[in-house]
């Protein structure tokens, strides 16, 4: 027995037109991690290293061997302008996180009855932050000889165990409720505030050193889509796109990469099929472009009049090279008529010089 498959399509196709035509404003999410590296039996390394990543950039970096380096200026500004974080750091990168890594690492390897050879601890925590919701999520997990090990769940405030050998570890852990109320506090307070504080930071050095963007319209034929075209900028965190009456459009919107210039900025376009705009609405839209994080846009009108196409540039060539085939063709001619013109020249002239010959030998 056969079931009638039309309402299902019928619904589908609902949801698909309301997903087309609802509007759904992009989030724009940040994150700030914390990775702790402890080891034994490796040689040539540090026993303890440690890294903060802001959006998936280092900006710092410290070891064991009293080694710090801040590698983004904007966490150099930071730690500089605020004392109280560069000493709390400077603790936890020397002091108190090596030797607690170290100890942990002990009773892994106790637990796992391992007495020497090459082990390694590591843990990733830190915090993700939506710009536009205000939704903070923390996260904290380690790994143990590069396999997932456990990992505390924020929601339920108790640990994980994500392999066998560490339920023993997991009950211990959970035992431990004023521990879990300090990681909740980091992960969910303190994380964000520092995350939203460096991002300040960057931000304000971004404002110093962006280069803003040339922006052109640009179309191939009349049937073509228009390339909404900016180049020259820096740096190369941007956001680029088309509106309609304000609104970030979706549809017949194709966005094209960043593509790096020979001067060390950047250009990137983003297209807009026009085959069912009516020429009354092209006033309606515009291309924006944005530096991410900064209140910069450049906002271009999709405007006919300035929508830059290489129809004139194809005619302009035609003419030209028309031009030159016409003048060869002149050139020709004339190099073809001087050339008969002088063979006649030349025979006249022998001829001339036959019969002056022939008088001057006859004595009569």
Request: glycine letters at 4%; a negative charge.
């Given at each position: ?28 999410k ?14 040539n ?28 200026e ?15 750091y400077?603790r ?29 601890l ?12 205000g ?6 997990q ?28 997991k ?16 992960l ?12 300040s930071y ?27 075209h900016?180049t020259?900028f ?26 790096p210039?020979h ?7 983003v ?17 924006v ?16 009049a300035e ?9 302009a ?26 063979n ?11 019969s ?9």
């Amino acid at each position: 027995m056969f079931r009638s498959t039309e309402p299902t399509q019928i619904k589908m196709k609902t949801i698909y037109l309301l997903f087309l035509f609802c509007h759904v404003s992009s989030s724009v999410k940040h994150s700030l991690k914390f990775s702790f590296t402890t080891s034994t039996g490796v040689s040539n390394v540090p026993q303890f290293v440690a890294t903060l990543q802001v959006d998936e950039v280092q900006v710092s970096y410290c070891d064991s061997n009293k080694k710090m380096e801040a590698q983004q200026e904007a966490w150099k500004q930071l730690l500089d302008e605020n004392p109280q974080l560069l000493d709390f750091y400077t603790r936890e990168c020397f002091e108190n996180q090596p030797k607690l890594f170290k100890h942990r690492l002990n009773s892994l390897m106790q637990l796992h009855n391992q007495s020497g050879g090459v082990h390694i601890l590591q843990t990733e925590s830190g915090c993700e932050w939506d710009e536009n919701t205000g939704e903070v999520v923390g996260f904290l997990q380690y790994h143990y000889d590069g396999e997932d090990f456990i990992s505390l769940d924020l929601k339920t405030l108790t640990w994980i165990a994500l392999k066998p050998q560490a339920d023993a570890i997991k009950q211990l852990w959970n035992a431990d409720e004023a521990r879990m109320k300090e990681d909740e506090k980091f992960l969910t307070t303190i994380c964000p505030d520092w995350l939203k504080k460096y991002l300040s930071y960057e931000n304000s050095s971004l404002l110093r050193d962006t280069v803003l963007p040339s922006v052109f319209l640009l179309q191939k034929t009349p049937s073509s889509p228009v390339s909404c075209h900016a180049t020259g900028f820096y740096p190369d965190r941007v956001l680029m796109f088309w509106r309609k009456d304000g609104e970030e459009i979706h549809e017949d919107v194709d966005h094209g990469e960043i593509l790096p210039n020979h001067d060390g900025t950047f250009q990137m376009r983003v297209d807009l099929n026009i085959s069912s705009v009516k020429p009354e609405d092209w006033s309606r839209y515009d291309c924006v472009f944005q530096f991410s994080g900064v209140k910069k846009d450049v906002i271009t009108k999709l405007d006919k009049a300035e929508i830059r196409t290489n129809r004139e540039s194809t005619a302009a060539v035609i003419g030209v090279v028309a031009g030159l085939l016409l003048l060869l063709v002149c050139i020709t001619g004339l190099f073809i008529w001087r050339k008969k013109k002088n063979n006649g020249f030349r025979a006249a002239n022998t001829s001339d010089s036959s019969s002056s010959n022939r008088q001057t030998s006859d004595p009569h």
